[in-house]
Every structure is written in structure tokens, then in C-alpha cells.
């Protein structure tokens, strides 16, 4: 590529490849009520994809910039495409963590449990990724459990440990409650 010199800054395309994408509404309850739209795809390019500023575009119209980190080839490449409003969610936590109770071996248990409503305004049916966080500890003494699991759990990312993530559909007007809940067992000392 030649680039002329002069004053005035210049762009030059560097890449314009097509992927076919998925789309899904991530919700993550414990970090806030708003659900997000999300387009993936596996990345195929042969080099990296450079970290740097993106324009991004829905349906044809401009919807914002975002930056983006290195993408290797094979790896999925991930867009955020800010909130969706058309998504509700409430959460409440009926159970918070007091201690449930303390046997004569020195164990304290500690019980946890949320609930998040879900809710569509789309007209059709939407995919959504739902992800919690499971706490972790390295502490022999500590044991942490997850209580009963609700259908659609995706497999672990060993690169995200405590990241749980279930895949479901929300039909169209129609809401869905979503329990998540562990149990944390601590040895006195």
C-alpha cells in the first residue's frame, strides 16, 4: 500500500473479512440488571487479530465504537453490542449467608442462594447466556458446593474457573426464574 504524505491523517483498511455470527443476550445478575447483546464467531484469519478500536454496525446502521483485544486464530472473537432493552431482570436473594449451623467436628455451614426473574420483550424467541460466579478457594478447610443445577449448564472454562454459564431460550413475553446456589463449609480453627 502507498500512502501519500501530507497533514491530514489517513485510514487505510487493513482487513475486511465476514464471519458467520451467533447472537445472544448475556446476563450476568451479580454485576448489574442490564442484559447485553453479544455477537461471537470463530475467528479463521491466519495472523492475529491486532487489539485496537472498533466501529461497530447493526443492521446496517452504526451502533458505536469499542476497543478490542488480541484474537488468535481458532480462538472466538467476541463483539459487545451494548444493552438490550427489550430484556427485564429482578434479583433478589432470599437466603444470604448466615451461618446455618455448627457441628461438634468444628464445621460452620454458610448457604447462599438467589433468584433471578428473567423476562423477554422480543417478539421472538431470544438465546441468552446466563453466568454466575461460584466462589473459590484454595484453603483445605474451606469446601464450597453448588446446590442443585438448573438445566442448560455449558461445560467450565478452564481459563475462568468459578464461572458458571447456562444456555436457555426466553420465549417471547414470557419471564423465567433462574436459582443459583452453594453452600460454603468452614473448619474452625
Known amino acids: 500500500v502507498t500512502i501519500k504524505?501530507?497533514?491530514d491523517n489517513r485510514r487505510v483498511a487493513l482487513l475486511d473479512q465476514t464471519y458467520a455470527c451467533k447472537a445472544v443476550v448475556v446476563i450476568d445478575p451479580a454485576a448489574g440488571s442490564q442484559a447485553m447483546l453479544?455477537?461471537?464467531?470463530?475467528?479463521?484469519g491466519d495472523q492475529p487479530l491486532v487489539p485496537g478500536r472498533t466501529q461497530l454496525y447493526r443492521d446496517g446502521e452504526f451502533a458505536g465504537t469499542g476497543q478490542m483485544q488480541t484474537v488468535l486464530p481458532g480462538e472466538p472473537l467476541r463483539v459487545n453490542f451494548g444493552t438490550d432493552p427489550a430484556i427485564r431482570i429482578a434479583r433478589k436473594q432470599p437466603v444470604n449467608g448466615k451461618p446455618e449451623g455448627f457441628?461438634?467436628?468444628?464445621?460452620?455451614?454458610?448457604?447462599?442462594?438467589?433468584?433471578?426473574?428473567?423476562?423477554?420483550?422480543?417478539?421472538a424467541g431470544w438465546p441468552v447466556e446466563i453466568r454466575e460466579h461460584l466462589p473459590q478457594s484454595d484453603d483445605p478447610d474451606v469446601t464450597i458446593s453448588m446446590g442443585e443445577t438448573p438445566d442448560?449448564?455449558?461445560?467450565?472454562?478452564?481459563?475462568q474457573p468459578g464461572l458458571k454459564r447456562w444456555d436457555l431460550k426466553l420465549e417471547p413475553g414470557k419471564s423465567r426464574t433462574m436459582v443459583f446456589e452453594y453452600t460454603i463449609k468452614q473448619k474452625k480453627s
Open 38 to 44: 453479544e455477537a461471537s464467531a470463530l475467528f479463521l
Open 152 to 159: 442448560g449448564l455449558l461445560q467450565d472454562d478452564p481459563e
Open 5 to 7: 504524505t501530507g497533514a
Open 103 to 123: 457441628n461438634w467436628f468444628g464445621w460452620t455451614t454458610r448457604r447462599y442462594r438467589w433468584e433471578t426473574r428473567i423476562k423477554s420483550g422480543h417478539p
